[in-house]
């Protein structure tokens, strides 16, 4: 059932129930995100598509659509809110583009591109992360990880449904890891899904870096904004 | 009462450094040292990294010579994944000849960058011109039409480069066993026949050709000075191809002397019996010697100077520079050339040579080939590598070694700056002596002659500590009981 709803002083219909980042997607609303993918369920983790609902600031992705919505997107302080949010996972790891295979087609990457940010307002804390190597097919590299949770919720073992990642510890304590034993059981194709959905380059392929060249690497072609407006799909 | 002069920073070159020239009580000079005072660490920090990202991450330690570190890293991956150099692969045609034209460019480039921007100032306004004229803005104002195809060349080196790599600067084309991109006919056809802003190829062969005019006319005009300025002796050190003659990406090591014979020849793969380095506490930079003849005999010159002195000859297929490179060797009859300032000469025909070579390559049509990766599998794996390419300045050598889950656990790097350590410092002190001992009073033009030294070098010192930061340079002169004297710093 539909319903009628404000994006940002604009009035639209809106099925109701259906999460408030879609919609607004499919009336040319770009929403950042960096855990929320469409089609699977909302993780809600990453903050990035704060929004203000009814006077409220909530993230867009946990949002559904309810009768008497009035939804605000593009309000400069929201803008700034969510690019404070982007500068704060680029501050809280360790992010070093120009080394990382993932540049070009990392989502955190493309989303600092489409909020603006140059540069954190905030101190970089440098934390000691260890990385992990043990498992035959992925090369888990802990200062990138961001905590999205895509890979704890999205990957699992083919056979047992079993989680093949898990977030270890809390707060500035949390690892990312890995269940080496399930990891090699993982198909080419699993892995390759891993380091796909990966929105940073934490979960990297072993032995298959660099293999796009510069301008052809997936960010470089088409926009995350532009995939999400037009693709419906940030994959 | 003897004095310490101190030049601090020695500018126009790239890093930072330092001169210290210690004089006695009649002024005569006693000693005389090239301080590199930066450190960096790069050696260390991949450590732990993926061994992929080892060529990628390194270039970074330079924002000149990044193709040379870059496909040096590459030539140690092939050989750790297997299809290296040192399981006697060779790389396919294709993207052999892809790396090939990257590195050319960024010799080009470099090197009309060394040349016009850092050395020739003072070839057109002298060693004792003012400061504030000795530069680039000096140049722009005395000849604007030579500054503009400066631009223009190294505009045109620029996008060669980003042709092959993706970007100017620090960027991605040779992954472990080839090379991730061709180059297309349209890629091919704008760097052959330039466009509007950019110059066509045989306009860079041209503008390089004039180059070698500007060191002829002022060598004519300058032949004592040229010839007499920091005469030191050092082996020269280069890579050769088969017939003895220089191969900028891949060859045998061959060092020669006075006369020309070889002293060694080495498979690169094994250059730590070959060599080994001292250091002192006064430099963060090493100083690499060949064992079998210490640490004073065995210090080598690489770069320019020493390998046109190695090179027998260029192909025919390079006329001009061959032609150019018979005119230099015929100018010391048969022997090696120690005269520091025709590096500057060495590196015009070096220009010249590929700016050939690219043009070369650029119609060769295994640009477009698709074949552009050896595929290589897990029994394959060596996890080590050595790769060694001659970058604009010399021999440049990355050597890594990784564990069976691909994490890089060693890196050496002996950068062409490092091997030059010794001669640098000779030729300090041969101007030192030259222009400074004896003399009551320390000119600013006196100080620069110790600078023009370093700079025919072209050192990269950023590099050769892999260290951080500008590269200013500062000389001190001290006296007799170690009291600064004279001081120079920008």
């Avoid at chain 2, 330092?18 to 301080?35: M, S």
């Avoid at chain 2, 060092?255 to 060599?275: A, C, G, P, R, V």
Wanted: hydrophobic share 35%; charged share 25%.
């Amino acid at each position: 059932m539909k319903t009628e709803i404000t994006l940002d002083g604009k009035k639209i219909q809106a099925q109701i129930g259906k999460p408030l980042i879609d919609v607004a997607s499919d009336h040319g609303v770009y929403i950042p995100s960096l855990c929320y993918m469409r089609g699977k369920p909302c993780l809600g983790t990453c903050r990035v598509c704060s929004v203000r609902v009814n006077g409220h600031v909530m993230a867009s992705c946990t949002v559904p659509v309810y009768e008497g919505m009035e939804v605000e997107v593009d309000a400069p302080d929201l803008v700034d809110m969510r690019k404070a949010l982007v500068e704060f996972l680029f501050v809280e790891g360790n992010h070093n583009c120009p080394s990382c295979e993932k540049s070009g087609r990392c989502e955190l990457q493309a989303v600092g591109y489409e909020t603006g940010m140059m540069v954190s307002r905030f101190p970089y804390r440098f934390p000691v992360r260890t990385r992990d190597h043990a498992s035959k097919y992925i090369w888990l590299e802990r200062d990138r990880c961001i905590f999205c949770q895509r890979c704890v919720e999205f990957i699992r073992d083919e056979e047992t449904g079993q989680k093949i990642f898990s977030i270890d510890k809390r707060s500035t304590h949390s690892s990312i890891e890995i269940d080496v034993k399930l990891a090699d059981k993982m198909t080419p194709k699993q892995v390759k899904r891993a380091a796909d959905i990966c929105p940073v380059g934490c979960i990297i392929d072993k032995d298959l870096g660099f293999n796009k060249p510069i301008g052809e690497r997936k960010y470089e072609i088409k926009s995350i904004k532009e995939r999400i407006l037009k693709g419906k799909t940030n994959e | 009462m003897g004095q310490k002069l101190v030049i601090d920073p020695v500018t126009r070159i790239e890093g930072h450094g330092k001169v210290t020239i210690q004089l006695d009580d009649n002024n005569q000079v006693v000693d005389a040292k090239l301080h590199v005072v930066e450190f960096r660490g790069f050696e260390k920090f991949i450590q732990g990294h993926p061994y992929w990202e080892a060529p990628m991450l390194l270039q970074r330690i330079c924002g000149i010579c990044f193709v040379s570190h870059h496909l040096c890293g590459a030539k140690a991956l092939d050989d750790m994944v297997g299809v290296g150099y040192s399981k006697g692969v060779n790389m396919l045609p294709a993207p052999e000849k892809i790396r090939r034209l990257g590195h050319y460019a960024q010799q080009l480039q470099s090197h009309v960058t060394a040349y016009y921007y850092l050395i020739v100032p003072e070839m057109l306004f002298g060693m004792d011109a003012p400061p504030e004229q000795r530069n680039v803005l000096g140049l722009v104002e005395a000849n604007p039409e030579l500054v503009k195809r400066v631009v223009e060349l190294r505009k045109w080196g620029q996008e060669a480069i980003k042709t092959v790599l993706g970007k100017r600067m620090h960027g991605i084309n040779s992954i472990p066993g080839g090379v991730n991109k061709n180059i297309s006919i349209a890629e091919r056809d704008r760097l052959l026949n330039g466009e509007d802003g950019l110059l066509s190829m045989d306009k860079v062969i041209e503008y390089a050709k004039e180059g070698l005019e500007i060191f002829y006319d002022f060598h004519e005009k300058n032949r004592h000075q040229v010839d007499t300025f920091a005469d030191v002796p050092a082996l020269n050190m280069s890579l050769v191809d088969e017939n003895g003659n220089v191969d900028y990406y891949h060859g045998n090591i061959r060092i020669t002397d006075d006369d020309k014979n070889i002293i060694t020849e080495m498979d690169y793969h094994d250059y730590l019996d070959y060599f080994s380095e001292a250091t002192e506490e006064w430099s963060y930079m090493k100083f690499p010697f060949l064992k079998s003849l210490g640490r004073d005999a065995g210090s080598v010159r690489v770069g320019p100077l020493a390998r046109v002195n190695v090179t027998k000859s260029y192909g025919t297929d390079t006329p001009l520079a061959k032609e150019a490179l018979e005119r230099f060797h015929d100018y010391t009859k048969g022997k090696a050339n120690n005269m520091t300032l025709h590096t500057n000469w060495a590196r015009a025909i070096e220009i010249l040579h590929s700016a050939e070579l690219i043009k070369n390559l650029l119609n060769d049509p295994d640009l477009q080939k698709e074949n552009l990766i050896l595929t290589h599998s897990k029994a394959d794996w060596t996890g080590e590598g050595v790769g060694v390419v001659e970058a604009p300045r010399g021999t440049l050598l990355h050597h890594y070694k990784a564990n069976q889950e691909g994490n890089i656990t060693f890196c050496n790097l002996v950068v062409a700056t490092t091997q030059n350590n010794t001669v640098m410092n000779r030729t300090v002190r041969s101007v030192a002596e030259e222009y400074l001992g004896g003399n009551d009073i320390i000119t600013e033009g006196m100080m620069n002659a110790i600078e023009v030294g370093i700079r025919a070098y072209d050192p990269c010192l950023s590099c050769a500590t892999h260290a951080t930061g500008n590269m200013p340079l500062d000389v001190s002169i001290y006296d007799a009981k170690g009291k600064l004297f004279a001081n120079k710093r920008r």
